[in-house]
């Protein structure tokens, strides 16, 4: 059983970042496609980034590109979420999620990912 752990949330102002991380103990996670998700406040959970097996491949929400960047560790053991630019619609509780052996991350919805973290709350505000 995977089990995912997500750190690096906080509280940030508008225009500043964060790095989150997702990691499992002992895992190379470099087989695994690796999904950041969010949820706020009455709203339903959404995709946010992902990046693919071996990293073959990324893909982004409409409303993250150009300020967030998903990536790998070069251990492969932890991905990465870093988030520029933060604005107030960002707060949300960010979930990792992983589905072993997918190449093209951006064709697996959320619900066929088989392992979630816990989640990490950011809240932007001033």
């Known amino acids: 059983q995977l089990q995912l752990v997500e750190s690096g949330g906080g509280l940030v102002q508008p225009g500043g970042s964060l790095r989150l991380s997702c990691t499992a103990s002992g895992v190379i996670l470099d087989y695994y496609a690796i999904g950041w998700f969010r949820q706020a406040p009455g709203k339903e959970r959404e995709g946010v980034s992902c990046?693919?097996?071996?990293?073959?491949?990324?893909n982004y929400a409409d409303s993250v590109k150009g300020r967030f960047t998903i990536s790998r560790d070069n251990a492969k053991t932890t991905v990465y979420l870093q988030m520029n630019n933060l604005k107030p619609e960002d707060t949300a509780i960010y979930y990792c999620?992983?589905?072993?052996?997918?190449?093209?991350?951006?064709?697996?919805?959320?619900?066929?990912?088989?392992?979630w973290g816990q989640g990490t709350q950011v809240t932007v505000s001033s």
């Open positions: 990046i693919s097996t071996r990293s073959a491949s990324t």
């Open positions: 999620a992983a589905e072993p052996n997918y190449y093209s991350c951006s064709g697996l919805p959320m619900m066929e990912y088989d392992y």
